[in-house]
């Protein structure tokens, strides 16, 4: 794969719906680099720090003004949370075990390691997506079958896999959704994280990996049964399991942060005051999430759908998206209604009961709510 400052790469960042961590932020990673002094792993782009900086935010030092080496540049956070989780997971590629992000959907797995491995190898292409159907190619290595057949087994006609191609060049690999691929494909990364190497018995050869190399996989927590993982795979891992937003106020920043991206790149106007709607989307999801009102007083029934984070996100950007083509530009409850309700009412036989309780004791006495009421019940059939 190409990396950010390849000419022959893909299209520029602003002609593609959504570009890869190493284009979209190919700037902050550039003003890393010219400022990170710190020692760096071998093939890294950045070092452990930069990294962390890169992930979690932050101003370059060197005064306001950019400079050529990078100081004053601001980095944009692109996760919000606890800055040890983010070093611990860090240091974990910088050694020899791999790393696993765990936890419920919707806390931003996918995105972490992404940019972890936009920063520490500037391409975060290497990937394997995990389904029901992935095969030990996907994983391992393939073959391209005219070749094969016609001149038999050789490094031509072997077709390498993303993690193959992580291990020859010293780059990191990216397994998604590892529980849900099958569990003896699962375990062909076994001796690819043990060993460092993965055996070409069609060759008669090894592939082994050169410095550099790791693997970042995510699961989610919902997933188990599906696929567990077997204990000798669990050991080969540095887990890591990444919290909901502990606070209120985090989560509407986070959103408000996704939504203001998200907008630009569809090139959405910008809403002049969503985050009324923000916090609001995102006080239903907590309370319904946790069963009980921000102020403690009223138990809920929960819903059995998620109501993450990354649910809020596409609540408030389609209301934005109605409120641009539809309405005055200006996002309203009645924009975000259905979206909310969507995202609650999961199973009509169990969380219809829940959110028309919901509606009813709560958000019908809450002071200054009551343009939400009257569209999530227009909202409701």
Known sequence: MAHADDPAGPAPAGQVLRPHAEYAFAAELRALAAA??????????????????????????????????GGGTVITPKYVGPRRLVEVAVTTLATDRALLLLGVPGTAKTWVSEH????????????????????EEAVRYGWNYARLLAHG??????????????????????VEELTRIPADVQDSLITVLSEKSLPVPELGEEIQAVRGFNLIATANDRDRGVNELSSALRRRFNTVVLP??????????????????????????????GMAEIRRVVTVFRELREGVTADGRTKLKSSSGTLSTAEAISVVTAG??????????????????????????RDPSVDRVAWQEYLEAVVREREGWKDFYRACREASP
């Open 153 to 174: 087994p050789s490094r031509d006609a072997l077709v390498p896999s993303p993690v193959l191609r992580a291990m020859s060049e010293g780059m990191t690999a990216r």
């Open 36 to 69: 990170d002094d710190r020692p760096r792993p071998e093939r890294w782009r950045l070092s452990p720090w930069a990294v962390a900086t890169y992930l979690l935010g932050g101003e370059l030092p060197g005064g306001t003004s950019r400079t050529k080496s």
């Open 116 to 135: 972890l491995a936009a920063a520490v190898s500037g391409d975060s292409t290497l990937l394997v997506q995990g389904t029901a159907g992935t095969a």
């Open 320 to 345: 934005m998206a109605l409120a641009a083509h539809f309405g005055d530009g200006v996002l309203r409850a009645a924009d975000v209604a259905s979206g909310v309700r969507s995202a609650v009412v």
């Open 244 to 273: 909901l937003p502990e606070t209120a106020e985090a989560e509407v920043d986070i959103v408000a942060r996704r939504v203001d991206q998200l907008g630009r790149s569809l090139d959405l106007p910008a809403a002049p005051d």
